[in-house]
């Protein structure tokens, strides 16, 4: 069951710059930072009320947010929802016929199971679901 919105993801070019216009514009110091090595990103959270913004810088050029930028400019990225249970729910899109980039969930930042939705199945969204792990 999809339960609520986890956070948006914003790719940006510059994370400390833009760390300190989104600190200006939700008045507000970050709450997480995490580099995510395996991922090539940095990411910072805002938490705003019950959803967070993530900013996330690639660290290298192979990075796919390093490719979103060069082809799409910095912007929104994707949306991640928190699900109940994320392997049911990957079945479940599976059988929807939805197209997932992760089969299997995988863990990403602050202690998430994630998987990815592939954007051409889902209106060019890319989608995230995510669960706390355990
Ligand atoms: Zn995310």
């Known amino acids: 069951m999809f ?8 790719a940006v070019k510059d994370i400390k710059a833009s760390t300190k216009l989104f600190r200006k ?5 970050p709450d997480h ?27 290298d050029a192979e990075s796919p947010i390093a490719r979103f930028i060069e082809k799409r400019g910095e912007g929104v990225h994707h949306v991640s929802f928190v699900v109940d249970d994320i392997e049911k729910e990957i079945a479940r899109l599976k059988q929807q016929g939805f197209q997932m980039i992760d089969d299997k969930p995988r863990l990403g930042a602050d202690n998430y199971y994630v998987a990815f939705l592939h954007p051409k199945s889902t209106n060019g969204v890319l989608v995230e679901i995510s669960q706390k792990k355990a």
């Open 3 to 10: 339960e609520k919105i986890a956070h948006i993801g914003v």
């Open 33 to 59: 930072t995490e580099s995510l090595p395996e991922y090539k990103v940095h990411t910072v959270m805002f938490e705003i009320g019950h959803s967070s913004i993530e900013l996330t810088e690639a660290t």
């Open 25 to 29: 514009l939700f008045g507000k110091a």
